[in-house]
T-cell receptor
Framework: QQQVKQSPQSLIVQKGGIPIINCAYENTAFDYFPWYQQFPGKGPALLIA?????SEKKEGRFTISFNKSAKQFSLHIMDSQPGDSATYFC???????????FGAGTRLFVKA | ETGVTQTPRHLVMGMTNKKSLKCEQHLGHNAMYWYKQSAKKPLELMFVYSLEERVENNSVPSRFSPECPNSSHLFLHLHTLQPEDSALYLC??????????????FGAGSRLTVL
């Protein structure tokens, strides 16, 4: 129940393409869903996050779509660039808790 | 120094050695974490300290021993490790803001290799 399942494991797209990364969760107590971006040699950094009371959130070229009934959420990267090549982690946590549960990560490569 | 700083960045140790990983946060946060990152696996939460008190201990083997002397510093003491403990160890911090959003700021990690 504490798992967050993430797919695909890796993704290659052309520059300008729209990579989509999907995540699913089971625990309905989760109420905060962040995405983290990690470049080689660096720690993960918060990219964008959403709460389950909204179905979509956009920040620049990054969009989270959230389907509460299906317990799924996804990250879309519009007009992807080679600089977006990184590993992306979805995650989930709940109010008052210190435990953030991470997905296994998606390694994205954007070809120039 | 800004953010979360981890030292050393790389560590190679034998199975009988004793070593420590150090983490320092310069953000004024009140919670600190140790995560283990292994290839193709989710980040695994090991320990959480809130206001210098341990609040989470995720069934971590006793060969890993955390220490949080104050809200800015966190250590992970290592002894008699196994080769399967080789991984990237990430330190993170957060500030409870009453909104429920647990936003983590990570350090760059300490890459541990156990021979």
């Amino acid at each position: 129940q504490q798992q967050v399942k993430q797919s695909p494991q890796s993704l290659i797209v052309q520059k300008g393409g729209i990579p989509i990364i999907n995540c699913a969760y089971e625990n309905t107590a989760f109420d905060y869903f962040p995405w983290y971006q990690q470049f080689p040699g660096k720690g993960p950094a918060l990219l964008i996050a959403i709460r389950p009371d909204v179905s979509e959130k956009k920040e620049g070229r990054f969009t989270i779509s959230f389907n509460k009934s299906a317990k799924q959420f996804s990250l879309h990267i519009m007009d992807s660039q080679p600089g977006d090549s990184a590993t992306y982690f979805c995650a989930a946590s709940y109010t008052g808790g210190f435990k953030t549960i991470f997905g296994a990560g998606t390694r994205l490569f954007v070809k120039a | 120094e800004t953010g979360v700083t981890q030292t050393p960045r790389h560590l190679v140790m034998g199975m009988t050695n004793k070593k420590s990983l150090k983490c320092e946060q310069h953000l004024g946060h009140n919670a600190m974490y140790w995560y283990k990152q292994s290839a193709k696996k989710p980040l695994e939460l090991m320990f959480v300290y809130s206001l210098e008190e341990r609040v989470e201990n995720n069934s971590v083997p006793s060969r890993f021993s955390p220490e949080c002397p104050n809200s800015s510093h966190l250590f992970l003491h290592l002894h008699t490790l196994q080769p399967e403990d080789s991984a990237l160890y990430l330190c993170a911090s957060s500030q409870e803001q009453g909104t429920g959003a647990n936003v983590l700021t990570f350090g760059a990690g300490s890459r541990l290799t156990v021979l």
